[in-house]
Structure formats: structure tokens, C-alpha cells
T-cell receptor, first 110, second 114 residues
């Protein structure tokens, strides 16, 4: 099956700093989503982005499907951005399952 | 509009018991999927249902089963619980049965097996 690798695994930022999270995948994908998991376990949708670039406030994402990677940018980070960020993909004909990476744990300190 | 709702939020069971977890999708969504997330890992796919039919099954033993009802809500059943079944169980809802549709998750059910 498809492999999804996220980097870095852990990231500590000072409030106000910018960061880039990366997601590499081993095969072509039909679907790619970025999620933020808060401390209570809720997965919050950030972007549905199988290709191209999207922006939502301080967050933006780019997926280069031909090169099999996606990037999530967080600008002017806030303490509320802390949590685990997951990339998830659907790949393969007839497959409907999201395959998740192991996540990037982000800690934003005041 | 209500999002994906799961019940219960927390559950403690004893080894060997059986458990049923419930999920109500977003109104208008016809697809429900179940995922298991153990501590420190990303969620792992268990099942997907679309229009009450099983569309996919992950690498989980037959102790795990699920079904979807005419109102598109779903139940996940786990029999003969093991300590290793302790995890956060997440339900995802999406509009259609195609791959290019966005999934939305509930808050999860945290299952502890003792």
C-alpha cells in the first residue's frame, strides 16, 4: 500500500514564528487532506487539496501531485496552533480509505 | 448544522467483553468510515460503508464488525475485547462514495480495555 511520511516529527516554535510541514507519499493520490488534531482528539479539517494551492487565513497548503508531496505553511504561529498535524491520502483504484502519516507534533510556546 | 456525532465519548470495558460504538454522519452524507487511533500513531482504517453497503475493510480481525442503517448512521462492534483494542475510535462522514470527496471526523470514542 501507499506510504505517507511526514516531517519533521516534532517541532517547537516561539509564538509568532513561521513553519513548514511536509508530507511525502509513495504513489499517485486521488485525495489528500490535512488535519489538525487538538488535545482532546478531535480531527479538524484544514485543507482538502489533492493538487494546487489553497490559503485560509494564516494557513496555506500546496500539493505537487506529480512530485508526490504536499506542504502545509503556518505563519505567525499562535499557542492555539499546538497539536498534531496529519496528512492523509487516498490512493489506488477502488480504494476509499484514508492512509495517514504519523503526524507532526507542533508545540508553540509564548 | 451538526457535525459528525459519536457516542459514547469515553468507555471502559473488561477483557473479553463486547462493545458497540455509534456514529451519526453529517446530514446529507451517505458514507461513514471507521478508524482506530492508538497513542502516538495516525488513525488506521477499519471499515467504510456507503449506502448501507460495505465498500472497504482494513486489516483488522473478524472480531470487528460494522453496519450502516437506513438513516446512514453506523455502529462499530468489537467482540472479545483485548487490551490492545484500547484506542481512540474515530468516525468519518463524507457526502458521496467516490474517492474525491472530503471526509469530516467526529470527536471520537476513547475506549479503555482493562
Amino acid at each position: 500500500g501507499i506510504q505517507v511520511e511526514q516531517s519533521p516529527p516534532d517541532l517547537i516554535l516561539q509564538e509568532g514564528a513561521n513553519s513548514t510541514l511536509r508530507c511525502n507519499f509513495s504513489d499517485s493520490v486521488n485525495n489528500l487532506q490535512w488535519f489538525h488534531q487538538n488535545p482532546w482528539g478531535q480531527l479538524i479539517n484544514l485543507f482538502y487539496i489533492p493538487s494546487g494551492t489553497k490559503q485560509n487565513g494564516r494557513l496555506s497548503a500546496t500539493t505537487v501531485a506529480t512530485e508526490r508531496y504536499s506542504l502545509l505553511y503556518i505563519s505567525s504561529s499562535q499557542t492555539t496552533d499546538s497539536g498534531v498535524y496529519f496528512c492523509a491520502v487516498i490512493s489506488g483504484a477502488g480504494s476509499y480509505q484514508l492512509t495517514f502519516g504519523k503526524g507532526t507534533k507542533l508545540s508553540v510556546i509564548p | 448544522d451538526a457535525g459528525v456525532t459519536q457516542s459514547p465519548t469515553h468507555l471502559i470495558k473488561t477483557r473479553g467483553q463486547q462493545v458497540t460504538l455509534r456514529c451519526s454522519p453529517i446530514s446529507g452524507h451517505k458514507s461513514v468510515s471507521w478508524y482506530q487511533q492508538v497513542l502516538g500513531q495516525g488513525p488506521q482504517f477499519i471499515f467504510q460503508y456507503y449506502e448501507k453497503e460495505e465498500r472497504g475493510r482494513g486489516n483488522f480481525p473478524d472480531r470487528f464488525s460494522a453496519r450502516q442503517f437506513p438513516n446512514y448512521s453506523s455502529e462499530l462492534n468489537v467482540n472479545a475485547l483485548l487490551l490492545g483494542d484500547s484506542a481512540l475510535y474515530l468516525c468519518a462522514s463524507s457526502f458521496g462514495g467516490t474517492v474525491n470527496t472530503e471526509a469530516f471526523f467526529g470527536q471520537g470514542t476513547r475506549l479503555t480495555v482493562v
